[in-house]
């Protein structure tokens, strides 16, 4: 059985236990709650373990206690590492922090024996780092909810923005140019914005749609994508490369490339670009194959990212600790 350690961090901001009316006002306000990425990581991982029959249980911290030499799933948060005083061999990730300069002594403070990023250009950057303790894994996507059904197909391009730093220089300089270009050859288009949309939504519009343009700095895996993808919706992809530009650590503390918006890809999913100046000058040949039906986008999850192929990993990765 796996023991399983996710939790989201949720401190008291001005008072001591100020914590739980605050999840009740953000309740009514918001709503129910909604995963975030990280989060959708573990619940993932879990569904994945289910259809395997593997058995496990979820931040049992006194069982960890009573048995030290049995291995820890920490999936995630960082915060977890620190919530007891672990004397168990850890399997850390792939929710982690963002880069190691967050934890440089991880390997000596604490019984870690692996930790796990969401790709590769991610392991790139932290094996500098840690070395051979790091092992690029994905989580699967859920393909039977993530999948075709016959809709009519209302809207031929749905416009994902991801665009997290600078979004109002890049409203002119990247997005305004694409709708404009859109707009051009007479699509109708849709925008939807991350951070801004139920995922119900979201998965309601894939079933509308006949292909995406998705516009993201960079991703580490990019699970909304890949259900994209799952959904066999063609994507074009704004990857433009170069260096990690995250503002928190670029270009004082950290400058590390190449990276990727589309770190699991093949020519099966779609078609990418580099800046507006490309996708004028291609958009006319991705929107062809999309017409064409050249594209098979939901054949790469099934053959690379299904819950169970990507579970099967994660235990034999815990089973070899």
């Known amino acids: 059985m796996l023991n399983l350690f996710y939790q989201e961090p949720d401190p008291d901001r001005f008072l001591k236990f100020d914590r739980y009316p605050r999840r009740i006002v953000r309740r009514v306000i918001r709503g129910k709650r909604q995963p975030g990425g990280q989060e959708r990581v573990f619940l993932n991982l ?34 977890v590492l620190d919530v007891i005083a672990w004397r168990n061999p850890i399997l850390f990730g ?31 950057m932290f094996e500098p780092y840690y070395g051979d303790k790091v092992v690029a894994w994905p989580v699967g996507i859920d393909t039977d909810l993530w999948k075709p059904l016959p809709a009519f197909k209302d809207v031929d391009v749905l416009l994902y923005d991801k665009v997290r730093w600078e979004h109002d220089a890049y409203r002119r300089t990247l997005i305004a140019p694409i709708e404009d270009e859109l707009r051009k050859h007479k699509l109708r288009s849709v925008v939807i914005r991350y951070g801004r949309y139920r995922e119900s939504d979201y998965h309601q519009l894939l079933q509308r749609a006949r292909a995406m343009v998705f516009l993201c700095e960079h991703e580490t895996q990019g699970i909304a994508y890949q259900q994209a993808l799952s959904s066999n919706v063609p994507i074009f992809a704004w990857d433009r490369g170069g260096l990690w530009q995250d503002p928190s650590y670029y270009p004082e503390k950290v400058q590390f490339g190449p990276v990727s918006s589309v770190p699991y890809w093949d020519e099966c999913c779609g078609m990418k670009f580099e800046d507006a100046g490309e996708f004028s000058s291609s958009f006319k040949a991705f929107w062809s194959a999309v017409i064409l039906g050249q594209f098979e986008p939901r054949r790469y999850i099934l053959e690379h990212l299904t819950l169970e192929r990507c579970a099967s990993r994660y235990l034999e990765m815990a089973q070899t600790e």
């Open 46 to 79: 879990c569904e994945g373990l289910r259809r395997l029959g593997v058995r496990y249980r979820v931040n049992d911290y006194a069982h960890a206690r009573r048995y030290p030499d049995e291995l820890v799933c920490i999936v995630g948060k960082p915060h």
């Open 94 to 124: 792939a929710a982690v922090f963002s880069h190691p300069v967050d934890d440089p002594n991880l390997f000596r403070r604490l019984p870690v024996r692996r930790i796990l990023v969401p790709g590769e250009w991610i392991r790139r």
